[in-house]
């Protein structure tokens, strides 16, 4: 039978997740494997080197790069305050004095005898990494971080921005039709994720950081909308390190366009469980998408997975879902996987399969135009 | 052919961001010739995260297409043995965003620029250059490098025997910032330092055990002179040694291929200096990919001694593109611009979240008419704005006295002048999905012209279906049995099968007002005959005349302030190639080029050029539209 890849995104009630936690440097791990962690937990912690500043001190008590070490009070390494002298020079049997006072509290990383520059640097930063899902550490890498495995729901979003969060899902609307705007908001959301159904509004997402939401999902947003949330136009898809004060994840994309059934279904039948999201979204070979994951360790874990597979690729039956217009966001199955190159109304010859949409209507379609759904 | 011929069957793959492309050249007769192509969207990305799923998946349709068995399982056989498998696998691979690098020199014009020219011409994305005198307080460098997480770093400075205090200011700010790349925390990150000899003792002191320090001779080893060849090698070792052993599935994908994985935008690179030498003459390539666009230009020069000289230079703008980066070509164009090229009403909201969506569904292609205007629109301005960027970084090198003369101080001529000059150019290519695969020749032929604006006389071609790359890394293999082979595979295919030759456009440079005549020409067209006629300005117009071994001859005559290559007002003898699309007459102005600004009269002014190309289904016109 004829089959092809495409690439689609994830939708399961029930899963094997792992999530790798990594710090940015090496440091220490403070959990060890067969550990049950919580999603807030710490479970590696590191400290970021401090910023650095530079001075050039043969320049400003005017001597020689060379003779630097002669004028210095203060070593490599050593600790310096805020204010404290760090270098004199005297002239005039040490009448004249020319100090350099150090603009920060820190360390003398170096001390240049080519440049006669002196690199002071802050005190580091500390930073710690969460667990970010309820689960068992699966592995820890020395000095690196660690796997947390956990089992849930996972949904792969196409589009978000803001970081990691967590809350209790809650959902606001009644079908996965119905735009989220500010009237669905309601009047208190502390630490929830409200969940919409199609296009959220830039005034619903203004009154849920006054609830205090800590995330929005939703089907789709206007770009309009997102230059106003950012405060500038989006170029190059990399986000995830805003700090907007709420976390979007878009499950579907740009403009009108309602959520997946299958995936407002499960946001709603796991209403009132712990969400742990992300906005983080990188389009960019090595892609990262957004994700909502619930974990949900108390229930039975099946034998084996069911379903069809993304990593099988297209087959005549597939779940897929239209990306692109005319019928943007419609779903059907596939029919047909043709090896011909068919033209398009553009006159574009490409590869198509056949697909019935749910709607009963049939027609071919670019293979690159088509999404696959897990089931 | 000699019997002793090693090579009767190749297969080619480019990685590319958005698509893998797969091409099958054999041994026909005496010759190479492309057999098939296949591609399949690139599996960079999860759930197979596996550059090698994609690969399999485009040849397997090479496989399917051309009836021949070249997979057994999830492995290329090779070499060849009674016409299963094939002889020799190659890729080239612009996945994993390509190479990302930071550059650094002491002054930003002289050691920064030609830093910027080696990672450039090796195939990089430069994320920025770092200068002693880039405007920017040392802090800001340091969390610059901090930041932008580079692939690689290149460090350059000082003329040999030259600076060497500010080589070592750099380069204790790249040791301060301690640079982590963004392939992980066990990536021990490469830096070559390519600059001042008398330097290197205190650079491995500041750098040894920090980072994977590969040092190199300087790339301006004396003022008037670059010697970029040491660091570009260098680069190529350290991208297969170090980026592309992290990126996903290319371990892999590396133990198959024969020679190494070249980045895409050196291959294209190879390909454009092979057609500038073959023919001597100036060509300006484009290579426009979905995250990013490559501008790569050859300029025949005469050096002071009188000898011919080949400038060539790459820029790469690396976040104009038509998939990953389609939004940021709004953002940067502006939507204005975008939409001066669309010749019917859009809602802007729904435009801009169309946009959106190509950008997070990158592998999606047009299915409409109105869907393929709208991206040709916004080909246009990635283009325009790729070429402003090579204009403004293909120049001599700055910081070199001169010698001059009375006469030079009326020209004004510093170092640095740019080597673009639009009507010295002998033929525009371009490449890249949106132009290769554009359904009409003459629509990739009008978006060439839209962008570039080429002046006099030009021929304009593409690539025909997007082969550059893999014709480009076959030219360099370098394994001695298979040399001479490969090399004359990729001169073949390139010859016969890959360059599409659009036609030839005359556009003389200058403006006027509507109505007044701008150029009369005499022709003499072979098939066609002689043709005499007078274009006012605002005029378009195609004469159709196949590509082939007859050129048409004849005279131009500008009007007297035009310019068609011979100076104001002057007339040109010509010997024109012809091409799918014929000669293209366009009067529309250069210099500047006016696009009206009231909706009806601009979307007149782009049905007249639509319509003398006969670029879109449902126009009558005049000329083919050259499918």
């Known amino acids: 039978m004829a089959h092809a890849y495409t690439p689609g995104l994830r939708v399961s009630e029930f899963t094997l997740l792992e999530k790798v936690r990594r710090l940015p440097l090496l440091g220490e791990v403070t959990v060890e494997v067969g550990d049950k962690v919580t999603h807030e937990q710490v479970v590696a912690r590191t400290r970021l080197p401090g910023d650095v500043q530079s001075m050039n001190i043969a320049h400003r008590l005017s001597i020689e790069a060379s003779d630097l070490p002669r004028y210095m009070l203060k070593e490599q390494g050593d600790e310096i305050e805020k204010g404290e002298v760090i270098a004199e020079s005297k002239s005039f049997f040490g009448l004249f004095k020319t100090t350099c006072d150090s603009p920060i509290r820190g360390t003398i990383e170096t001390l240049s ?99 205090g939401a800590r995330g929005i999902i939703a089907g789709g947003f206007d770009d309009e909308d997102l230059k106003t949330l950012l405060g500038h136009d989006l170029g190059v898809a990399i986000t995830g390190h805003e700090n907007l004060g709420i976390t979007l994840v878009l499950t579907e994309g740009f403009g009108e366009i309602s959520m997946a059934e299958r995936t407002f279904e499960l946001l709603s039948e796991n209403e009132g469980l712990l969400a742990c999201i992300n906005g983080a979204t990188q389009i960019r070979a090595g892609v990262i998408r957004p994700e909502i994951v619930i974990p949900k360790l108390d229930q039975e874990k099946p034998a084996a997975s069911g379903g069809e597979s993304l990593s099988l690729g297209l087959r005549e039956g597939s779940r897929v879902r239209i990306i692109r217009e005319p019928n943007f966001g419609s779903l059907g199955h596939v029919t047909g996987l043709p090896p011909e190159l068919v033209a398009m109304e553009c006159e574009t010859k490409v590869r198509v399969l056949r697909v019935k949409l749910d709607s009963g209507e049939e027609y071919p379609l670019p293979r690159a135009n088509v999404e696959m759904i897990e089931t | 052919m000699s019997e002793d011929t090693k090579l009767k069957s190749i297969l080619a793959t480019d990685c590319g961001s958005t698509t893998t492309k797969a091409i099958l050249i054999e041994k026909r007769g005496d010759e190479y010739r492309l057999a098939v192509r296949g591609e399949a969207p690139t599996t960079v990305e999860a759930p197979f995260e596996d550059v090698t799923r994609g690969v399999l998946n485009a040849v397997g349709e090479v496989e399917e297409l051309s009836g021949r068995k070249l997979l057994d399982g999830e492995t290329i056989i090779t070499p060849e043995k009674d016409g299963v498998g094939v002889d020799v696998y190659v890729s080239t691979s612009s996945a994993g965003g390509g190479l990302q690098m930071m550059v650094a020199g002491v002054v930003k014009q002289m050691t920064g620029e030609s830093a910027e020219r080696a990672a450039l011409g090796a195939g990089a994305i430069v994320m920025d250059v770092l200068a002693t005198n880039d405007g920017r307080r040392p802090h800001e460098r340091i969390e610059r490098i901090r930041r932008l997480r580079p692939d690689m770093i290149l460090l350059s400075g000082g003329t040999d025997g030259g600076t060497v205090e500010k080589v070592v ?109 073959l023919e001597n003459i100036s060509v300006i390539g484009v ?47 502006t939507l204005p611009n975008v939409l001066r090229w669309v ?57 070199v006295q001169q010698q001059r003369t009375i006469a030079d101080t009326f020209k004004q001529a510093e170092g640095g002048h740019t080597h673009v000059d639009m009507q010295k150019l002998d033929i525009l290519v371009g490449s890249g ?101 007078k274009f006012i300005f605002g005029d378009v117009k195609v004469f159709p005349f196949e590509f082939g071994p007859e050129h048409a001859t004849g005279v131009l005559k500008p009007s007297r302030h035009f310019d068609i290559g011979a100076g104001p007002g002057k007339a040109r003898e010509v010997s024109i190639e012809g091409g799918v699309n014929g000669i293209i007459v366009d009067c529309r102005g250069r210099r500047p080029f006016n696009v009206p600004e009231d909706a009806t009269e601009r979307v007149a002014w782009i049905n007249r050029w639509t319509d003398a190309l006969n670029a879109y289904p449902g126009q009558s016109s005049q000329a083919g539209g050259g499918k």
């Not at chain 1, 039709?177 to 959220?200: M, Q, S, Y």
């Not at chain 2, 959106?356 to 109105?370: A, D, F, G, V, Y």
């Not at chain 2, 293999?477 to 295919?493: G, I, N, S, Y």
């Open chain 1, 113 to 211: 005898t080519v440049t006669g520059q002196a690199l002071l640097r802050e005190p580091p930063i500390p930073v710690e990494v969460t667990a970010y899902v309820d689960g068992v550490v699966s592995a820890v890498h020395e000095e690196e971080g660690a796997t947390i495995q956990t089992w849930g729901a996972f949904i792969q979003g196409i589009f978000g921005v803001g970081g990691e969060t967590s809350g209790k899902l809650r959902v606001v609307v009644d079908g996965p039709g119905v735009g989220l705007t500010g009237d669905n908001i309601p009047d208190r959301a502390e630490g929830e994720i409200l969940v919409g159904g199609a296009r959220v509004t830039m005034e619903a997402i203004d009154q849920a950081r006054k609830a």
């Open chain 2, 343 to 399: 010749p019917f009403d859009i809602d802007v909201r729904d435009l801009r979240n169309r946009i959106r969506n190509k950008m997070i569904r990158p592998t999606t292609i047009p299915q409409s008419l109105e869907s393929l205007m709208v991206e040709q629109a916004i080909a246009r301005e990635a283009l325009r704005l790729a070429f402003i960027q090579h204009t403004a970084l293909a120049v001599g090198l700055k910081g």
């Open chain 2, 169 to 277: 200011e750099i380069g204790e700010l790249v040791a301060a910032a301690r640079p982590t790349a963004r392939l992980g925390a066990q990536y021990e990150l490469p830096i070559i330092y390519a600059g001042n000899k008398e330097a290197r003792k205190n650079i491995e002191e500041l750098l040894s055990g920090k980072c994977a320090l590969s040092i190199v001779d300087n790339l301006r080893p004396v003022l008037e002179r670059e010697n970029l060849k040491p660091a570009r090698d260098a680069i190529h070792e350290l991208f297969m040694e170090h980026v592309m052993a992290h990126a996903p599935g290319y371990k892999k994908l590396m133990k198959w291929t024969r020679v190494p994985i070249m980045p895409t935008p050196g291959a294209v690179g190879l390909i454009m200096q092979t057609i500038a030498h």
């Open chain 2, 433 to 533: 999905g949106v132009l290769s695969h554009a359904p009409r020749r003459a629509q990739a032929a009008m978006m060439l012209i839209d962008a570039f604006l080429p002046e006099g006389v030009t021929r304009i071609a593409v690539d025909s279906i997007f082969m550059m790359p893999q014709l480009g890394v076959l030219s360099a293999v370098e394994t001695p049995e298979l040399q001479q082979d490969a090399k004359r595979a990729a001169v073949d295919v390139f010859n016969k099968d890959c360059l599409i030759h659009l036609g030839t456009c005359i556009s003389p440079v200058g403006t006027g007002k509507p109505g007044k005549q701008c150029l009369e020409i005499e022709l003499d067209i072979p098939g066609s005959g002689k043709v005499h006629e």
């Open chain 2, 287 to 333: 290579d426009i990919g979905g995250a990013t666009t490559d501008v790569f230009s050859v300029w025949q020069e005469e050096t002071k001694e009188g000898e011919r000289e080949e400038i060539f230079n790459r820029t790469v703008s690396a976040n104009l593109g038509m998939s990953y980066s389609v939004s940021n070509v709004l953002a940067e164009a």
